[in-house]
């Protein structure tokens, strides 16, 4: 049955949780430390060594959970959000150039040290030669993602998308946000590192949940957000919040004027089950599909331990990187 | 690991990532590219990378490049006679 609404028809992940798995709902991994490195599946299993000896860890995520969320789906579109791309592959390059004194190149490293490696190497993979394009928007590159996708389905351009959001940590980029005690001191989350594949289809049957609304938006408030978003969409019915919470204050007072105005709705948050990363609000959106597909929200999501008695239909997310932020209304296909 | 020819194997797993291969799988006289091992374009320039960081040879003629990468033996026969280190 399809229509021009947008559904997250299957998600995968590799996050700091286990691997491509729903296990964390009732057993998640307690994240310690500063920062915490993605629980890696058994490569091997989905990639043949030969096709894998020339990716990074990024790369493999990348294919992996693509596969895992279209088994022989043919798309649309594949769309990516990364914040910070393949920079562990640029930063090897340039220490390499630093150290041989440019006497050297590096023909893997150089190729794949583009943003657009991620989405291009999965459509390689995927023998895919449509509609490609990449997000790069900082903490919000997932909400970017998806708004293409949403916007192209929505107008009856393409029939569904696999959205890849993914990134990890380079060892230069974890050293400054460590020197400026954002990682290991404001921050009261680790850092870590996020692969979500999500296929989004105009099809009803057998997804997770609806993609209500999108709304991405800089240097504004929640509140003007809101009001935006109600004029697009709806007045739209609440019945939790999920919030990019990561304990740095600065971060966190942001959603203090959506918590007023949604002050009878159950709070909720992720970001110390998924660590932080430019990645991380893609984990808020796949667990607020699973919380909408199962009906349930799991106590390990909600603030404060406050109890979700009440069926949850309709989560809104919001997410704040810096001066960016997002707006996701999820509904559920109930 | 005593002779130019495993030195050069091992050489080429650790540059080309081929974890799941050994040294014994190689074969001194079998094909790098296409059948045997089964490299590509792309593993070509990294040899070539190779070549001029651990033996001092610089491959300018692609004629040449496609000759020596013919087998391990070819290849250990044109470093051992090219080497500048």
């Not at chain 1, 920062?35 to 790369?59: G, H, N, W």
Request: proline share 3%.
């Amino acid at each position: 049955m399809t229509s021009n609404k947008v559904y997250i028809k299957s998600v995968a992940h590799i996050s700091a949780q286990q691997p491509l798995s729903d296990e964390w709902l009732s057993s998640p991994v307690v994240l310690q430390g500063d920062f915490v490195q993605a629980c890696e599946p058994v490569y091997k299993d989905y990639i043949s060594p030969m096709a894998a000896r020339r990716m990074t860890p990024i790369l493999k995520r990348a294919i992996v959970t693509a596969k895992a969320v279209l088994n022989d789906t043919d798309v649309d579109a594949i769309i990516t959000g990364t914040g910070l791309g393949s920079a562990a592959c640029s930063e090897k390059l340039i220490n390499a150039m630093i150290e041989e004194g440019e006497a050297f190149s590096m023909p893997t490293q150089f190729m794949q040290s583009t943003h657009n490696t991620i989405g291009s190497l999965v459509a390689i993979d995927r023998k895919c030669h449509a509609y490609n394009a990449t997000y790069s928007q900082d903490g919000i590159s997932a909400e970017c993602a998806l708004l293409d996708a949403f916007v192209q389905i929505r107008l009856g351009k393409i029939n569904n998308a696999l959205v890849g959001i993914h990134d990890e940590l380079p060892k230069s980029w974890l050293e400054v946000m460590k020197r400026s005690k954002i990682i290991g001191n404001l921050m009261q989350v680790p850092a870590s590192e996020t692969s979500i594949s999500m296929l989004l289809d105009n099809n009803l049957v057998g997804s997770k949940c609806e993609i209500a609304g999108i709304e991405v938006a800089f240097n504004t408030s929640f509140d003007k957000m809101l009001s935006s978003f109600m004029s697009h969409y709806g007045l739209p019915q609440v019945d939790a919040l999920m919030m990019g919470k990561n304990g740095w204050e600065d971060n966190d007072k942001v959603y203090d004027e959506l918590l007023d105005k949604l002050s009878c709705v159950p709070a909720l948050h992720y970001k110390h089950i998924s660590g932080e990363s430019c990645a991380a609000s893609a984990f808020g959106v796949y667990a607020s599909a699973l919380c909408l597909e199962h009906g349930i929200v799991p106590a390990t999501l909600q603030c404060d331990n406050i109890n979700c008695d009440v069926p949850v239909k309709n989560i809104l997310l919001a997410n704040a990187s810096g001066n960016n932020k997002s707006l996701i209304l999820l509904r559920s296909c109930d | 690991m005593d002779n130019l020819q495993d030195i050069l194997k091992q050489q080429i797993i650790d540059a080309l990532n081929l974890e799941e291969i050994e040294i014994s799988d190689i074969e001194n006289d079998a094909p790098l590219f296409g059948e045997g091992l089964g490299l590509d374009s792309i593993d070509a320039l990294e040899l070539i990378v190779l070549l001029e960081r651990n033996y001092g040879i610089k491959i300018k003629d692609p004629a040449v490049g496609k000759e020596i990468f013919k087998s391990v033996n070819v290849l250990a026969d044109y470093v051992s006679k090219n080497r500048t280190k």
